[in-house]
DNA sequence: ATTCTACCCTGCAAGC
DNA sequence: TGCTTGCAGGGTAGAA
């Protein structure tokens, strides 16, 4: 998935097609994603005015009155938007249809090959959930390197599960927190607990750098992301360990390391990262 | 409280 | 060519 970056990316993509827009019909293929899509979704957005697309972690909001359309990218998702003409195809499991400049109508149409993603309801006053004991924003001054200190005293976990505990900091998924890891020049098998304040300072700056970056690129497409208006993310190229195990480190071409850590495949540089 | 494990689903590449 | 296997950017629930 669409980590920070790519949700990031999509939501500037939306925006200027969405915000101010009346909505004029939904249209659910599939009423069930990685859970059933509720009956307000349906219902109740037809005919309402779009005010803000937002972002919160990895999740997109898109504001009505009465509450907020909430949606999740999960592994394989993304959003286009289209002419209301276009073909529907494979995995294509909602269109929110959009009034157009001088009634140029277009559809906002939501394709997850994998499901894992969701469309839910926030109504207006309430925090859904979901978005309830998430860690802050890795972008805002909240997250930096005294914050991940004083949080990480005593966790066992390697510091490369912590980075990307959502209830630590969101928005840092298995890419960012592996090249984040390597521009600090941290193992991602220390333990969390086991960090220096000094080292957690340029972890933060590591993940500010590479999370602000990676967006000016449009994020990272490895096979299934793309942006609102089809353009790939161009970031791929610019991965210094991501996918890369064997490979010379760039830094100090020794070949980098790559194992199972937390379930998910890590790759880093055993010379470069202590 | 923290940390594991299993699970959700489809597509694709690698290996036989 | 075709089959099987394993792996993939996410996150939750429930158990240990």
Same mark, same amino acid.
Request: charge should be positive.
């Given at each position: 998935?669409?980590?920070?970056?790519?949700?990031?990316?999509?939501?500037?993509?939306?925006?200027?097609?969405?915000?101010?827009?009346?909505?004029?019909?939904?249209?659910?293929?599939?009423?069930?994603?990685?859970?059933?899509?509720?009956?307000?979704?349906?219902?109740?957005?037809?005919?309402?005015?779009?005010?803000?697309?937002?972002?919160?972690?990895?999740?997109?909001?898109?504001?009505?009155?009465?509450? $907020?359309?909430?949606?999740?990218?999960?592994?394989?998702?993304?959003?286009?938007?289209?002419?209301?003409?276009?073909?529907?195809?494979?995995?294509?499991?909602?269109?929110?249809?959009?009034?157009?400049?001088?009634?140029?109508?277009? #559809?906002?149409?939501?394709?997850?090959?994998?499901?894992?993603?969701?469309?839910?309801?926030?109504?207006?006053?309430?925090?859904?959930?979901?978005?309830?004991?998430?860690?802050?924003?890795?972008?805002?001054?909240?997250?930096?390197?005294?914050?991940?200190?004083?949080?990480?005293?005593?966790?066992?976990?390697?510091?490369?599960?912590?980075?990307?505990?959502?209830?630590? #900091?969101?928005?840092?998924?298995?890419?960012?927190?592996?090249?984040?890891?390597?521009?600090?020049?941290?193992?991602?098998?220390?333990?969390?607990?086991?960090?220096?304040?000094?080292?957690?300072?340029?972890?933060?700056?590591?993940?500010?750098?590479?999370?602000?970056?990676?967006?000016?690129?449009?994020?990272?497409?490895?096979?299934?992301?793309?942006?609102?208006?089809?353009?790939?993310?161009?970031?791929?190229?610019?991965?210094?360990?991501?996918?890369?195990?064997?490979?010379?480190?760039?830094? %100090?071409?020794?070949?980098?390391?790559?194992? $199972?850590?937390?379930?998910?495949?890590?790759?880093?540089?055993?010379? %470069?990262?202590?």
């Amino acid at each position: 998935m669409p980590e920070l970056p790519e949700v990031e990316t999509t939501r500037r993509g939306l925006a200027p097609h969405l915000e101010g827009r009346r909505i004029r019909e939904v249209t659910l293929r599939r009423p069930d994603l990685r859970w059933p899509i509720p009956p307000e979704i349906a219902r109740d957005l037809p005919g309402q005015r779009i005010a803000e697309v937002r972002r919160r972690a990895k999740y997109l909001l898109m504001d009505v009155d009465g509450g $907020s359309a909430l949606l999740h990218l999960g592994m394989s998702g993304s959003l286009r938007v289209l002419p209301v003409d276009t073909p529907v195809r494979a995995h294509d499991h909602v269109d929110i249809a959009v009034e157009g400049p001088r009634g140029q109508a277009r #559809v906002l149409r939501f394709n997850d090959p994998r499901r894992f993603g969701c469309l839910l309801w926030q109504p207006a006053g309430e925090v859904h959930p979901l978005l309830q004991g998430l860690g802050p924003e890795p972008l805002s001054d909240a997250f930096d390197g005294d914050y991940l200190f004083e949080l990480s005293r005593g966790r066992k976990a390697p510091v490369k599960t912590f980075l990307m505990d959502q209830g630590v #900091v969101v928005g840092v998924g298995n890419i960012y927190a592996a090249e984040s890891l390597f521009l600090a020049g941290i193992s991602p098998l220390r333990a969390a607990g086991k960090v220096s304040r000094e080292r957690y300072v340029a972890l933060a700056d590591a993940v500010k750098r590479i999370l602000g970056y990676a967006i000016t690129r449009g994020g990272t497409t490895l096979r299934d992301f793309i942006s609102p208006d089809g353009a790939p993310g161009y970031f791929e190229q610019e991965l210094s360990a991501y996918g890369r195990g064997g490979e010379p480190c760039p830094r %100090c071409r020794r070949p980098m390391k790559e194992a $199972s850590i937390g379930q998910r495949t890590t790759v880093w540089c055993g010379h %470069c990262q202590k």
